[in-house]
């Protein structure tokens, strides 16, 4: 009766999306105060509903209710509760239910804290955001519905993929999630701009607050991925450049250069025409990224679908949204004209070189990930582009935008001068210049690029304390926003980041060896020990753990003891690593084939400041969240007067 009733409550979703899309707009158009108000009144309603039908879907994996199709397909009575729950959103059809379900949270956010929104802005977001959730209330009915049954039911259920029973990948697709479906919040304020023609101050601040929350969110959400893939996989490194890791790096580039624009058009209001074509590419590459793991063109761990039906829906749906959203654009963006004048070298200048390498560093990963699609397509001929390919083009782009980065805070808006503010920063030159020389010395001289990009890691974080201190010096601390605190914490963060994807990626120490019990073998000045490998019972599993002794300098150091596990239900294995870590390095080992005949694969690797990869993104995402409780992103801006905007000018 449960299941029932969660999709009787879709059913009635879709209907409330239905007249939510529609007549707000009606009340927008016809300065209707009632019918505007309706379009809060209806969001509330429609996130109520869609509550309740996550919550029936919820109901059927935790009580284990083998009725329902999904259900039995994606969880077993043996599985542990955790992955019970992680199980409603670890399949395509659960997955587009929790993707309904924070699209229409989002829509009821709009409707409870945009009271400070003009009525017909209001109306007109959350009719866009009704509109968006009407396509995926569609969706799950008429193709990918989860509340279907199964007659007779089964006395047991096949389970969820082995690779996705973890922490990491239970809490990873809802901050995806919310990130991908935070920029429908953006999209609804720029399609709703376009059709009022009109950007100013006040829609800038009511924008940033979304996007940054949004952006937060999707960081959040790609760095827990990137620690789960390398914990889980078993590979050793923390980014592969593979297609579905693809889809949500370049919305992310997208959010980022929006989140810089909205500056200019809250400050200076100009890039308006821009900063509204960012915000609809932001949430089209999102769904692009859905279309690319739930259509099937991808075969991945993540690419729950494979039937064309859902893969041509979400095409349609996709090029709706992004093709309508465009052709609206085309027309309305030449009257979003602005009058701010400034020079190449001025704070805007450095925003738009900004936003310029962002863009080109989306535009590089779209191309390298679509590319092959459109080849198979259209010759069949199948090609991988790789590693090898994204690390030739991604990492010059990124060479003159970190270069930048810490330039543009120095800069005075409206005209400024190059020398001075490059003088403010000659310390953070030298030290990065300095920590590059070293680098190379003491590592390895013939990796001269690796050097370089681990000065660039410096410089962000020099330039960023540069900035603090400068402040501090001037006693502006006090004065100083959240939103520059923010800033600067995330900027800093993303040296941490690049110091510690530089050093992984170009001096890792690496050992494969088959070993039997006893055996000894020199890794990265340790001596390794395989003490044993027993057999272990899992609570829906079988393992082997390995225990496997360190010792430095003939001591004692350390014990790894890293699995491999046979999931009884689905009969696949995989690998549980073990990781001794501290803030300068991780010791990870792996455990492969074998048997006491034999031996067994070890894999051993020695990552230095791999740790700082997650940390870095996790002071990135913090200072969004800093940034996002400033007081001012959450109050609109008044109109400013046209004599107070010549005066600015």
């Not at 050992?511 to 890794?523: E, S």
């Given at each position: 009766?449960?299941p029932?009733?969660?999709?009787?409550?879709?059913?009635?979703?879709l209907?409330?999306?239905?007249?939510?899309?529609?007549?707000?707009?009606v009340?927008a158009?016809?300065?209707d105060?009632?019918?505007?108000?309706l379009g809060?009144?209806?969001?509330?309603?429609?996130a109520l509903?869609?509550?309740?039908?996550?919550?029936?879907?919820?109901?059927?994996?935790?009580?284990?209710?083998?009725?329902v199709?999904?259900?039995?397909?994606?969880?077993?009575?043996?599985?542990?509760?955790l992955?019970?729950?992680?199980?409603?959103?670890?399949?395509?059809e659960?997955?587009?239910?929790?993707w309904?379900?924070?699209?229409?949270?989002f829509?009821?956010?709009v409707?409870?804290?945009?009271?400070?929104?003009?009525?017909?802005?209001?109306?007109?977001v959350l009719?866009?955001?009704?509109?968006?959730?009407?396509?995926?209330?569609?969706?799950?009915?008429f193709?990918?519905?989860?509340?279907?049954?199964v007659?007779?039911?089964?006395?047991d259920?096949?389970?969820?993929?082995?690779?996705?029973?973890?922490?990491?990948?239970?809490?990873?697709?809802?901050l995806l999630?919310?990130?991908?479906?935070?920029?429908?919040?953006t999209?609804?304020f720029?399609?709703?701009?376009?059709?009022?023609?009109?950007?100013?101050?006040?829609?800038?601040?009511?924008v940033r607050?979304?996007?940054?929350?949004?952006?937060?969110f999707?960081?959040?959400?790609?760095?827990?991925?990137?620690w789960w893939?390398?914990?889980?996989?078993?590979?050793?490194?923390?980014?592969?450049?593979?297609p579905?890791?693809?889809?949500?790096?370049?919305?992310?580039?997208?959010?980022?250069?929006l989140?810089h624009?909205?500056?200019?058009?809250?400050?200076?209001?100009?890039l308006?025409?821009?900063?509204?074509?960012?915000?609809?590419?932001?949430?089209?590459l999102?769904?692009?990224?859905?279309?690319?793991?739930?259509?099937?063109?991808?075969?991945?761990?993540h690419?729950?679908?494979?039937?064309?039906?859902?893969?041509?829906?979400?095409?349609?749906f996709?090029?709706?949204?992004?093709?309508?959203g465009?052709?609206?654009?085309?027309?309305q963006?030449?009257?979003?004209t602005?009058n701010?004048?400034?020079?190449?070298?001025?704070?805007?200048?450095?925003?738009?070189?900004?936003?310029?390498?962002?863009?080109?560093l989306a535009?590089?990963v779209?191309?390298?990930?679509?590319?092959?699609?459109?080849l198979?397509?259209?010759?069949?001929?199948?090609?991988?582009?790789?590693?090898?390919?994204?690390?030739?083009?991604?990492v010059?782009?990124?060479?003159?935008?970190?270069?930048?980065?810490?330039?543009?805070?120095?800069?005075?808006?409206?005209?400024?001068?190059?020398?001075?503010?490059?003088?403010?920063?000659?310390?953070?030159?030298?030290?990065?210049?300095?920590?590059a020389?070293?680098?190379?010395?003491?590592?390895?001289?013939?990796?001269?690029?690796?050097?370089?990009a681990f000065?660039?890691g410096?410089?962000?974080?020099?330039?960023?304390?540069?900035?603090?201190?400068i402040?501090?010096?001037?006693?502006?601390?006090?004065?100083?926003?959240?939103?520059?605190?923010?800033?600067?914490?995330?900027?800093?963060?993303?040296?941490?980041?690049?110091?510690g994807?530089v050093?992984?990626?170009?001096?890792?120490?690496?050992?494969?060896?088959?070993?039997?019990?006893?055996?000894?073998?020199?890794?990265?000045?340790?001596?390794?020990t395989?003490?044993?490998?027993v057999?272990?019972q899992?609570?829906?599993?079988i393992?082997?753990?390995?225990?496997i002794?360190?010792?430095?300098?003939?001591a004692?150091?350390?014990?790894?003891?890293?699995?491999?596990?046979?999931?009884?239900?689905?009969k696949?294995?995989?690998?549980e690593?073990?990781?001794?870590?501290?803030l300068l390095?991780?010791?990870?080992?792996?455990?492969?084939?074998g048997?006491?005949?034999?031996?067994?694969?070890?894999?051993l690797?020695?990552?230095?400041l791999?740790?700082?990869?997650?940390?870095?993104?996790?002071?990135?995402a913090?200072?969004?969240?800093?940034?996002?409780?400033?007081?001012?992103?959450?109050?609109g801006?008044?109109?400013?007067?046209?004599?107070?905007v010549?005066?600015?000018?």
């Amino acid at each position: 009766m449960i299941p029932e009733l969660g999709h009787f409550a879709l059913i009635l979703a879709l209907a409330v999306a239905l007249v939510q899309g529609t007549l707000p707009f009606v009340g927008a158009a016809r300065n209707d105060i009632r019918l505007m108000a309706l379009g809060s009144t209806a969001a509330l309603t429609q996130a109520l509903l869609v509550i309740l039908a996550f919550g029936a879907l919820t109901q059927a994996y935790v009580t284990s209710d083998f009725s329902v199709a999904n259900v039995v397909a994606n969880s077993h009575s043996a599985k542990p509760l955790l992955y019970k729950i992680s199980g409603v959103w670890g399949n395509h059809e659960g997955s587009m239910l929790l993707w309904a379900l924070i699209l229409a949270l989002f829509g009821a956010a709009v409707a409870v804290f945009g009271s400070n929104l003009p009525d017909s802005l209001r109306a007109r977001v959350l009719g866009v955001q009704a509109l968006i959730g009407t396509g995926f209330l569609a969706f799950l009915l008429f193709t990918s519905n989860p509340f279907e049954r199964v007659s007779p039911a089964p006395p047991d259920g096949n389970g969820l993929n082995p690779l996705l029973q973890d922490p990491g990948l239970a809490f990873h697709p809802p901050l995806l999630y919310l990130g991908y479906v935070g920029f429908s919040v953006t999209y609804a304020f720029a399609i709703a701009a376009l059709l009022e023609g009109r950007v100013d101050v006040a829609w800038a601040r009511w924008v940033r607050p979304w996007t940054l929350a949004a952006w937060c969110f999707l960081t959040c959400g790609i760095a827990l991925g990137s620690w789960w893939a390398y914990y889980i996989l078993g590979w050793g490194g923390f980014w592969f450049w593979d297609p579905v890791e693809n889809a949500s790096l370049m919305p992310w580039l997208a959010g980022t250069a929006l989140l810089h624009s909205a500056i200019v058009v809250e400050k200076r209001e100009g890039l308006k025409s821009w900063t509204v074509l960012l915000a609809i590419l932001a949430f089209s590459l999102s769904l692009l990224g859905t279309f690319l793991v739930r259509s099937g063109v991808l075969t991945s761990v993540h690419a729950f679908a494979q039937d064309p039906a859902r893969g041509m829906f979400i095409l349609a749906f996709l090029l709706l949204v992004t093709g309508g959203g465009l052709a609206l654009y085309a027309w309305q963006a030449p009257k979003l004209t602005s009058n701010a004048l400034f020079q190449p070298v001025s704070r805007e200048g450095a925003l738009i070189l900004n936003n310029l390498l962002l863009c080109t560093l989306a535009a590089t990963v779209l191309l390298g990930t679509l590319y092959p699609l459109f080849l198979d397509l259209l010759t069949g001929n199948k090609v991988s582009v790789g590693p090898p390919f994204f690390n030739a083009t991604f990492v010059p782009i990124c060479a003159p935008l970190f270069a930048a980065l810490c330039v543009g805070p120095f800069l005075a808006w409206k005209r400024a001068e190059l020398w001075p503010a490059l003088a403010r920063l000659r310390i953070a030159f030298a030290v990065s210049v300095v920590a590059a020389i070293v680098t190379a010395a003491a590592i390895d001289g013939r990796a001269t690029l690796s050097a370089v990009a681990f000065g660039f890691g410096v410089w962000l974080i020099a330039g960023s304390v540069t900035e603090f201190v400068i402040r501090a010096r001037r006693g502006r601390l006090r004065t100083m926003t959240r939103a520059a605190i923010g800033m600067t914490i995330s900027h800093a963060a993303l040296g941490v980041v690049v110091l510690g994807a530089v050093a992984t990626a170009s001096w890792q120490v690496e050992l494969i060896r088959t070993m039997k019990p006893g055996d000894t073998a020199q890794f990265a000045g340790y001596g390794v020990t395989l003490e044993q490998v027993v057999p272990l019972q899992g609570p829906n599993y079988i393992a082997e753990r390995a225990t496997i002794t360190l010792t430095s300098g003939g001591a004692p150091y350390t014990v790894l003891t890293p699995e491999r596990r046979l999931f009884t239900v689905q009969k696949r294995q995989i690998s549980e690593t073990s990781i001794h870590t501290n803030l300068l390095r991780d010791l990870y080992a792996t455990l492969g084939e074998g048997d006491a005949t034999q031996g067994w694969t070890v894999r051993l690797y020695w990552n230095p400041l791999a740790p700082w990869i997650w940390l870095g993104a996790g002071l990135c995402a913090l200072g969004g969240f800093v940034s996002l409780t400033d007081r001012r992103l959450r109050v609109g801006a008044p109109r400013r007067s046209r004599a107070a905007v010549q005066a600015a000018e």
